[in-house]
């Protein structure tokens, strides 16, 4: 969810078809250079929408709650593309044969555990248990049952916490770094933020919220930290402190075919 990005046509593809007086007009997005003058879905408070907000001064923005919902108006016609990170993107469209995705150079983007400024404390414990799952093998076992080659996730045992409570601040709509599986909020993002609590002797609890709302509540105390794909910017640095980057990203385009 970062800004940055050049222009370059990966594949054409044939969006939707429109009556504009009386004639038929087919929109085609090749890249994302081709997005503006369009209507675009994005999430509220991500990158991506950002991202549209400075480089598409002729768009029209719709923002949305969860990338789900965005491509529900994509479907059915009301926004013309998505602008979403690459992972969530890409279960969106394994699980709806009708849109598929446009890449484009979209600058990569770093994914960090944001705490409260000046929360040094509990930021060395985070960012000690990131140092400890990247050597011990843990972090790279946790790719794999999030993000297997095979799109067959299986999701590891609930790891026991208990002490006093780590609030976790995340958007449970962000598959599959957090989402709710049955009853459940699963996720890479909630078995890692299970290692910090467990490392500091702590009790995990998982609060879900509107994306948007995640850094004003880490300020009022109403949660510990957050863990919910945030990417680093300078922007979000004013109000937060950030942990070291534990994964990388790129923006693309969500379509319909």
Do not use: H
Request: charge should be negative.
């Amino acid at each position: 969810m970062k800004k940055g990005l050049t222009a370059l046509a990966v594949v054409c593809f044939m969006v939707t078809s429109v009556f504009a007086g009386g004639a038929k007009e087919t929109v085609v997005i090749n890249s994302a250079a081709d997005l503006d003058g369009l209507k675009i879905g994005v999430v509220s408070g991500y990158t991506g929408e950002a991202w549209c907000q400075d480089n598409l001064p002729n768009a029209k923005l719709s923002s949305f709650k969860t990338g789900v919902d965005a491509a529900l108006d994509l479907k059915n016609g009301a926004v013309d593309a998505v602008v979403l990170d690459e992972l969530p993107a890409q279960k969106i469209v394994d699980q709806n044969s009708d849109l598929t995705i446009v890449k484009d150079n979209f600058a990569t983007e770093e994914y960090s555990i944001a705490v409260a400024k000046g929360n040094t404390e509990l930021l060395d414990t985070i960012n000690a248990t990131i140092n400890d799952m990247k050597s011990n093998g843990e972090y790279e076992a946790l790719v794999n049952a999030f993000m297997p080659v095979d799109g067959n996730i299986v999701i590891p045992e609930t790891i026991p916490t208990s002490g006093e409570v780590l609030k976790m601040g995340t958007n449970a709509a962000f598959a599959p770094f957090e989402y709710i599986e049955g009853t459940k909020k699963v996720g890479f993002d909630i078995t890692m933020s299970e290692n910090i609590a467990q490392d500091a002797g702590m009790k995990l609890e998982v609060i879900d919220m509107a994306f948007d709302s995640l850094i004003g509540a880490l300020q009022a105390g109403q949660i510990d930290f957050i863990a919910a794909g945030m990417s680093v910017t300078p922007e979000r640095q004013k109000n937060v402190d950030f942990s070291q980057p534990y994964y990388s990203s790129n923006q693309v385009i969500i379509v319909r075919k």
